[in-house]
């Protein structure tokens, strides 16, 4: 732990570290320093920078008046550490102080609307060079990259999901998207902290559990944006394009109603607002049609493939699985994999019922011993008895 009053320190929070971690790590493009007046500037102008698309300037002007009286009395070349929850996390060289301006232009000011007073932009910003100590995100983007160039794979596919929870829709998906792809990266995003928010430990516990039992291995890779809201909602797709292709991705795959990427029609052919972004970056973007569960077809479709109705059409609405499962309902399987729901409602009701051993002793047939069961694999036996036809 540090002392808040010393006077080269600066409070960050876990969301502007995960962006620093962005920057440092040329994820949303090759600068990774943080920006002075005239290069801010050039952003706020043009949209591009160094001839790369760049929506957000990299200023950085934290909020609170103990960090901007920093920030105003530091000097040129002076070492400015960052604390977050009282360790030291990184540092930079201050190169100039300046006061901010066009606040809403800033990389760390992308989420400002949705969060609270603590979070929001200073008036003065410091630039310079920085480092981050512990960068996880280093080593992940590297094995990566180094995946691809080894393998020399030529179709390197990224899908943003927030698996909130993760559904049969993003089973499909992601099968769609490992078929035509010799690699597909799997970014999973933040979502703001909610209350019906399941935890992002437990949404890439489910994730790496659906890769490693059925998909295979070999052909997809997972990248954990943890500790940054910038791609929470989809609300900035160009943010997704260009963390996609300093991944190494050649294809990004969205949804249709992916929000945030314009969708119009020119002369018959689907348009978004990203193709410029695309052209530029040599990616190609994929709109996926929208997919839902027909009870005549009796399987997933695209509407733009099923003749039946609206009417015949079970839609997967993240919201109402996750009202579900927080009121502690498993939800039918041809909506979520069974594994799935156990491993979300053993969590958030690690001791739900008093005589465990007892119900389970009572409803599920067993050997001739008693067994210890698990809450999951109650889950799981109780989802075999629903799926049980021959008395209904």
């Known amino acids: 732990m540090i002392s808040i009053d010393k006077n080269n320190v600066i409070n960050i929070n876990q969301d502007t570290y995960g962006t620093l971690c962005l920057i440092k790590n040329q994820i949303l493009g090759k600068f990774k320093r943080l920006m002075d007046a005239s290069e801010a500037k050039s952003v706020y102008q043009t949209g591009y920078f160094r001839g790369e698309p760049m929506p957000y300037a990299y200023t950085f002007a934290p909020f609170g008046r103990r960090n901007q009286a920093i920030i105003r009395s530091i000097e040129q070349g002076q070492k400015l550490e960052f604390a977050l929850n009282g360790n030291i996390v990184g540092h930079m060289i201050v190169s100039s102080v300046y ?129 940054t809201y910038l791609f929470s909602n989809h609300i900035n797709p160009v943010l997704e394009c260009l963390a996609a292709y300093n991944f190494g991705a050649t294809k990004l795959v969205v949804g249709q109603n992916h929000g945030g990427i314009g969708m119009f029609y020119d002369h018959n052919q689907p348009n978004t607002i990203l193709d410029s972004v695309t052209k530029n970056l040599d990616i190609e973007l994929i709109v996926m049609p929208e997919l839902v569960y027909c009870n005549q077809c009796r399987t997933i479709v695209s509407i733009k493939t099923c003749p039946h109705g609206q009417h015949h059409h079970i839609k997967y609405k993240s919201d109402t699985l996750k009202e579900l499962l927080f009121s502690g309902i498993l939800p039918p399987a041809i909506l979520m994999r069974k594994e799935i729901s156990a491993m979300i409602l053993s969590t958030l009701f690690p001791n739900r019922f008093e005589n465990f051993q007892k119900i389970c002793n009572d409803l599920f047939p067993n050997v001739g011993l008693l067994e210890d069961r698990t809450q999951n694999d109650f889950y799981l036996d109780l989802m075999g008895l629903y799926q049980t036809t021959s008395l209904t």
């Open 99 to 227: 006061k901010l301006e066009n606040p809403h232009n800033s990389i760390f000011a992308a989420r400002e609307i949705e969060l609270d007073e603590d979070n929001k932009t200073g008036k003065y910003a410091v630039s310079g060079e920085f480092e981050i100590y512990d960068n996880n995100l280093a080593k992940i983007k590297e094995n990566v990259l180094n995946r691809i160039k080894e393998n020399n794979y030529q179709k390197v596919t990224a899908l943003m999901l927030t698996a909130d929870p993760f559904h049969r829709l993003h089973e499909r998906l992601v099968r769609m998207t490992i078929d035509k792809a010799d690699i597909t990266i799997i970014f999973l995003i933040c979502t703001l902290e909610n209350r019906r928010n399941l935890d992002f430990k437990l949404r890439l516990k489910t994730l790496e559990y659906f890769v490693s039992n059925f998909l295979p291995n070999e052909r997809v890779v997972i990248v954990p944006f943890e500790n």
